[in-house]
């Protein structure tokens, strides 16, 4: 049974997609690792606990045996190892198998030499072909690039008006055309239309089907040998497991797609299309699909993903949302400010807004190396505690902000009626505040010390 999305969640492919697999892993290596010199039959026993482990996340059992095969040569040896922790050497093996099965490197978007670049989204019905197109056309428009959408999909209900739709609420132009059922007509007027208006990229959203059949791909046939796209992606539903292989498979004979995009990424399932689809046919995850908003398609980076599954953190892609999130010249006001006047609850409540940008504090933790996976998951109150923290605060008056000290008795009960929470709850954000306040001091007095980020500044334990 499908879970509902929840807002507050971190995206399911740091949870819910690999979560099981992730920590089935885990303690499979754990063991390892607890025996110090490992034996032959030691590495043998562990793969075989990763080949069951592979095998139960839905991963097929020709690619199974295929990554077991070569994580074994290049185990072979291991086990003499002196210098470097065995384990962590086999380890390294299946980081680097793992990475090469998911695709080894980053592929981005190809663009065409000559404007515009035509991007063709083919699929089953039901995969989320049409909101991925405003997804991908949002996330070009962000990076610069003026993009247009095509209505191509002339047989579902209401497939142009929720296109139109989804054009009108992200600001992108929609070329759409009621008259007439020729596709091929369809996406060539909207590739002059794109030209005049000297757009960058044209993303046309084919028609889909239930299923695989002669008509829906002989159109897509016609129509790719008519407008001669740049890219041909696949938009693959990540909760059909090895349907999504097969379906991969059936739509690469057919029109040679040069790409995938994985949708329904905030799911259950077992993870196995994202390890085996680029293994059954060679063509990259170019993009992951991590939620219901229209911002919540990422790119796609095989080793980053390969070191998340085995729990060793992912510090660029941290990097690039704090980037992304973040305001630099007020961050850089705020930690002049603390340095100069020391820390106050306002500023608290600042640097706690900075972070919350970056999602929900276990998405992000999971993020960092060396993170202890089974303690984040007794953090579930962690997105409402960051509002009852922010609703405390502001329940103080300026003064109080500045100046926590003058919060005694009675002014902490007035804060805990006026926020709805407790003068236990309160109190504990005063010592935990008095505890940053303490640890900024330090850190601001070593040379080139910066504001810490902690799990402490939220309230968390």
Known sequence: MRRAVDPDRPPAYLSGMFEELSDKL????AKLRGRGVLTESDIKEGLREVRRVLLEADVSFTLTRE???RVEAKAVGISQLKSVSPAQQLIKVVYEELTGMLGERREGLKLSSIPPTVVMLVGLQGSGKTTTAGKLALKLKKEGRATRLIAADVYRPAAIDQLETLGKQLDIP???DRSTQDVVRIAKAGIEAAKRDRDRVVIVDTAG??????SMMQELQRLKKEISPTEILLVADGMTGQDAVRIAEGFDKALNVTGVILTKMDGDARGGAALSIYGATKKPIKY???????????????????????????????????????????AKKLEKKVRKEGMDLGDFLTAMKQIEKLGPLEGILKMLPGVNTKALKQMKSEPKRLKHVEAMILSMTPAERRDPGLLNGSRRARVARGSGRTIQEVNRLLEQFREMQKMMKKMGSKPGGRMPALPGMFGMR
């Open 67 to 69: 990554f077991l095969e």
């Open 26 to 29: 885990e303690n499979t290596f």
């Open 209 to 214: 089907r239930l299923q695989i059949d002669d």
């Open 174 to 176: 929609v070329y759409s």
């Open 288 to 330: 992951i699909g991590v939620g219901e908003k229209s911002d919540a398609l990422e790119d796609f980076y095989p080793d980053r993903m390969a070191g998340r599954i085995l729990q060793q953190g992912d510090v660029l892609t941290l990097v690039e949302k704090a980037q992304g999130a973040f305001d630099a010249a007020e």
